[in-house]
Antibody, heavy 116, light 112 residues
């Protein structure tokens, strides 16, 4: 059974940092692109970033470029999102998803709140 | 960047009746290889999104066959042949032909 379990969310002050993790199981992790998608409270879905199987290609939405870094550790079947210089508008539930062109499996999400 | 526009944003439907959601992209979603990366997702209240359909019309295993996708180029449609109570939620189209990926605003399906 495919499972994606996010962790690392929480309350952080504006300008602070957080590192989100996504532990994958039930499939061969290094065969798939992986993606982060977020959803602000009461809002729709927003694609954040995607990473190729070997980490050689990474793509970001403009609003997080230079502040967020997507990475993966294939030996640990894990996906990460390092978030720096956090802003109030980054407040959202962050989901990891399997895939780069369609997102067949999703985690339950981890909430991030940026507030003083 | 490609903008995805869904209509309607809200759709009250009677149980057992059909429902249809439209999605239009600001530019063609056909890539250089002839593939069209348009998918549909469902998000039930309090749940993460769930992929229903990818590449316009390919239904994910386990998705009821009352869900179908169609379209080409810039215009796409999700149809539910007979709405059931479990179909309540928000439906999103998403393009993955180009980065940045982009979602439609979402269409809220509710029962009359």
């Amino acid at each position: 059974e495919v499972q994606l379990v996010e962790s690392g969310g929480g309350l952080v002050q504006p300008g602070g940092s957080l590192r989100l993790s996504c532990a994958a199981s039930g499939f061969t992790f290094n065969n798939y692109w992986m993606t982060w998608v977020r959803q602000a409270p009461g809002k729709g879905l927003e694609w954040v970033a995607s990473i190729k199987q070997d980490g050689s290609e990474k793509y970001y939405v403009d609003s997080v470029k230079g502040r967020f870094t997507i990475s993966r550790d294939n030996a640990k079947d894990s996906l990460y999102l390092q978030m720096n210089s956090l802003r109030a508008e980054d407040t959202a539930v962050y989901y990891c998803a399997r895939g780069g062109w369609w997102f067949e499996y999703w985690g339950q999400g981890t909430p991030v709140t940026v507030s003083s | 960047d490609i903008v995805m526009t869904q209509t309607p944003l809200s759709s009250p439907v009677t149980l057992g009746q059909p429902a249809s959601i439209s999605c239009r992209s600001s530019q063609s979603l056909v890539d250089s290889g002839g593939n069209t990366y348009l998918s549909w997702l469902q998000q039930r209240p309090g749940q993460p999104p769930r992929l229903l359909i990818y590449k316009i019309s390919n239904r994910i295993s386990g998705v009821p066959d009352r869900f179908s996708g169609s379209g080409a180029g810039t215009d796409f449609t999700l149809k539910i042949s007979r709405v059931e109570a479990e179909d309540v939620g928000v439906y999103y189209c998403m393009q993955a032909t180009q980065f940045p990926r982009s979602f439609g605003q979402g269409t809220k399906l509710e029962i009359k």
